[in-house]
């Protein structure tokens, strides 16, 4: 268990749907990153929240968003699902939001959208 | 356009064979980390390079970062069916800003 909780772990979802996937950091962190991982992609960055403000802003769709509530924890909100948003989630948190000293990575939900 | 370059892609060994793999940029990294994906499970941190040059032991894991900090090595000696997996490379892209991350090299050790 690395402490990073993700939850569901499965999601499957017919096209034009929205779902809400939520992460608890590990105890004490206050950056949250989102990530996709696709097989062709490999590990895309989303979007990072820094204890409770939007920090950082990678390939997001304008489908998706996100946010960071006061205990921490996120969700981030996909809509509009297309075929292609089929791949998996990944949260993970890291203490400072340095990203020198690594990330802890949840197990992460796979999404299937049919 | 990847920023961080990882070969090779997929690579399949016997088990007590030793191994390199490879993350390569074009681009100068304030430090660079390695991380293990086992299936069904998110990455894993193995360890951080932070100074050109520097080498970095882990049981039988060996990471190596550029001089120029361009690039990093992974050496596996004697390889165990344990260490199968998906390794990956990341690194900040600049600054202080989120990890960006090679498309990893697929290791499987074959018993």
């Known amino acids: 268990d690395s402490g990073v909780t993700q939850t569901p772990k499965h999601l499957i979802t017919a096209t034009g749907q929205r779902v809400t996937l939520r992460c608890s950091p590990r105890?004490?962190?206050?950056?949250v990153y989102w990530y996709q991982q696709s097989l062709d992609q490999g590990l895309q960055f989303l979007i990072q929240?820094?204890?409770?403000?939007?920090?950082a802003k990678g390939n997001i769709l304008e489908r998706f968003s996100a946010q960071q509530f006061p205990d921490l924890h996120s969700e981030l909100n996909l809509s509009s699902l297309e075929l292609g948003d089929s791949a998996l989630y990944f949260c993970?948190?890291?203490?400072?939001?340095?990203?020198?000293?690594?990330?802890?990575f949840g197990s992460g939900t796979r999404l299937t959208v049919v | 356009t990847q920023l961080l370059e990882q070969s090779p892609q997929f690579l399949s060994i016997q088990e007590g064979e030793n191994l390199t793999v490879y993350c390569n940029s074009s681009s100068v990294f304030s430090s660079l980390q390695w991380y293990r994906q086992e299936p069904g499970e998110g990455p894993v941190l193995l360890v951080t390079v932070v100074t050109g040059g520097e080498v970095k032991k882990l049981k039988r894991l060996t990471f190596q970062f550029g001089d120029a900090r361009k690039d990093s090595s992974l050496h596996i000696t004697a390889a165990q069916p344990g260490d199968t997996g998906l390794y990956l490379c990341?690194?900040?892209?600049?600054?202080?800003?989120?990890?960006?991350f090679g498309k990893g090299t697929r290791l499987s050790v074959i018993a």
């Open positions: 993970a948190s890291s203490a400072t939001g340095t990203e020198n000293y690594g990330y802890t």
């Open positions: 105890s004490g962190d206050l950056s």
């Open positions: 990341a690194g900040p892209h600049s600054g202080n800003t989120p990890l960006v």
């Open positions: 929240y820094y204890n409770g403000e939007e920090r």
